[in-house]
């Protein structure tokens, strides 16, 4: 983001809130393309929240729970000391750091295992997606299960945005859906929305052997908020509108 092209959109648009989405989100990429990820992640928020503090505007900016290490025995809460494993994690931490220190009315928002009714670009898809695909297409399906989430609804997670948004809360805050599970275990729960009778394989991180490291316990709560549905209703929602656009 060139600082002064954000800072004459912010002065042309005069918007009262921002949020920013973007990220540089290839996390076993970024441990060979640090300079990139922390170009998004880091240097791009800090010229946003710059720019908004300068016209007074209120920022929204998503972070993730890869922040942490993943050695806590339950989900990490906003007071939790960040260790993130990998670069991914590094440049959204520092994200986060130059957000908060430069625009002092801003929200950043912690979530987990986002899932929407469009799909990342850059990961061809949504989890969800791609295993339905994978599944459809007759391919095995082995899945990580000593990773745990929050699945997260983008939608559910959008309308907790908006209304948190407007509300007086600044800082740093968690917003998942409740409940924590395994990948796998959300690989079946996708399949069993759609009564497709794949099998999944749950392998372990160890036999995955993804080039970044990832946290075990990516599971997040808040001590500031209420929390979201549970992971499978907004799961359920989510496959119903699908089945509405797709027809599987
Ligand atoms: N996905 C998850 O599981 C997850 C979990 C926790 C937190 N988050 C956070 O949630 C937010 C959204 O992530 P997502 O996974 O939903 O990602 P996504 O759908 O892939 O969206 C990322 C967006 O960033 C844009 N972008 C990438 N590089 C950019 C650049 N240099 N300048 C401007 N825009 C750029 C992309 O635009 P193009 O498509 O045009 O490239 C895309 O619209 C991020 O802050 C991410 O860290 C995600």
């Given at each position: 983001?060139?600082?002064?092209?954000?800072?004459?959109?912010?002065?042309?648009?005069?918007?009262?809130?921002?949020?920013?989405?973007a990220?540089?989100?290839?996390?076993?990429?970024?441990?060979?393309?640090?300079?990139?990820?922390?170009a998004?992640?880091a240097?791009g928020?800090?010229?946003?929240?710059?720019?908004?503090?300068?016209?007074?505007?209120?920022?929204?900016?998503?972070?993730?729970?890869?922040?942490?290490?993943?050695m806590?025995?339950?989900?990490?809460v906003?007071l939790?000391?960040p260790?993130?494993?990998g670069?991914?994690?590094?440049s959204?931490?520092?994200?986060?750091?130059?957000?908060l220190d430069?625009?002092?009315?801003s929200?950043v928002?912690?979530?987990s295992?986002?899932?929407?009714?469009?799909?990342?670009?850059?990961?061809?898809?949504?989890?969800?997606d791609r295993?339905?695909?994978?599944a459809?297409?007759?391919?095995?399906?082995?899945?990580?299960?000593?990773?745990?989430?929050?699945?997260?609804?983008a939608?559910?997670?959008?309308?907790?945005?908006?209304?948190?948004?407007?509300s007086?809360?600044?800082?740093?805050?968690?917003?998942?859906?409740?409940?924590?599970a395994?990948?796998?275990?959300l690989?079946?729960?996708?399949?069993?929305?759609?009564?497709?009778?794949a099998?999944?394989?749950?392998?372990?991180?160890?036999?995955l052997?993804?080039?970044?490291p990832?946290?075990l316990?990516?599971?997040?709560?808040?001590?500031?908020?209420?929390?979201?549905?549970?992971?499978?209703?907004?799961?359920?929602?989510?496959?119903?509108?699908?089945a509405?656009?797709?027809?599987?």
């Amino acid at each position: 983001m060139d600082p002064v092209a954000v800072d004459a959109l912010l002065s042309g648009l005069r918007p009262a809130l921002v949020f920013n989405c973007a990220a540089y989100n290839a996390v076993d990429r970024a441990e060979t393309e640090r300079d990139l990820a922390f170009a998004v992640n880091a240097e791009g928020p800090a010229n946003l929240a710059r720019a908004c503090a300068r016209h007074r505007i209120r920022l929204v900016h998503f972070s993730t729970n890869f922040v942490f290490d993943g050695m806590l025995d339950r989900p990490y809460v906003e007071l939790d000391e960040p260790a993130p494993l990998g670069a991914y994690g590094a440049s959204k931490l520092e994200g986060e750091q130059w957000v908060l220190d430069l625009q002092p009315h801003s929200l950043v928002i912690r979530t987990s295992a986002l899932y929407g009714d469009r799909g990342s670009a850059i990961k061809g898809g949504s989890f969800p997606d791609r295993i339905l695909s994978r599944a459809v297409s007759g391919e095995s399906l082995r899945v990580v299960a000593d990773q745990k989430v929050n699945p997260t609804y983008a939608s559910d997670l959008a309308a907790v945005a908006l209304e948190l948004a407007e509300s007086d809360l600044e800082g740093l805050v968690h917003v998942v859906a409740a409940g924590c599970a395994g990948w796998d275990e959300l690989a079946r729960a996708v399949l069993a929305e759609f009564d497709v009778p794949a099998a999944v394989e749950a392998v372990s991180s160890a036999e995955l052997g993804a080039p970044a490291p990832r946290p075990l316990n990516g599971c997040l709560a808040s001590a500031r908020v209420a929390p979201m549905r549970h992971w499978r209703e907004g799961l359920h929602d989510w496959a119903v509108r699908r089945a509405a656009q797709h027809r599987l």
